[in-house]
Nanobody, 126 residues
Framework: QVQLVESGGGSVQAGGSLRLSCAAS?????????MAWFRQAPGKAREGVAA???????TYADSVKDRFTISQGNAWNTLYLQMQSLKPEDTAMYYC???????????????????WGRGTQVTVSS
């Protein structure tokens, strides 16, 4: 059973930076493994932020390109999201997700991921 635990959220002013981490356990790494970050603001649908695939390919939502960077470490036991130039519209609960049957894609879709963490809150003030 894959378990994902996010950390690193907090409150920052616009223009600031945060790094989110996701500790993963119980997974079986393979050539079809992938992990991702999603976010959900109050009253809005959960949206894909970024994903990383086993071949190293990364995908980003247009709204975060050139500001956010997704990476993995420690043999896929940790997922990171480095967030820079934060904006008030980045305020949301951020979720880590993983799946063991992925193919590189240009979009990050909720339905493609079967394992989820409980989230970490990011609040950006103007």
């Amino acid at each position: 059973q894959v378990q994902l635990v996010e950390s690193g959220g907090g409150s920052v002013q616009a223009g600031g930076s945060l790094r989110l981490s996701c500790a993963a356990s119980g997974h079986t790494y393979s050539s079809t493994y992938c992990m991702a970050w999603f976010r959900q603001a109050p009253g809005k649908a959960r949206e894909g932020v970024a994903a990383i695939f086993s071949d190293g390919t990364t995908t980003y939502a247009d709204s975060v390109k050139d500001r956010f960077t997704i990476s993995q470490g420690n043999a896929w036991n940790t997922l990171y999201l480095q967030m820079q130039s934060l904006k008030p519209e980045d305020t949301a609960m951020y979720y880590c997700a993983a799946d063991e049957l992925c193919a590189p894609s240009s979009t990050v879709v909720v339905g493609d991921f079967g394992y989820w963490g409980r989230g970490t809150q990011v609040t950006v003030s103007s």
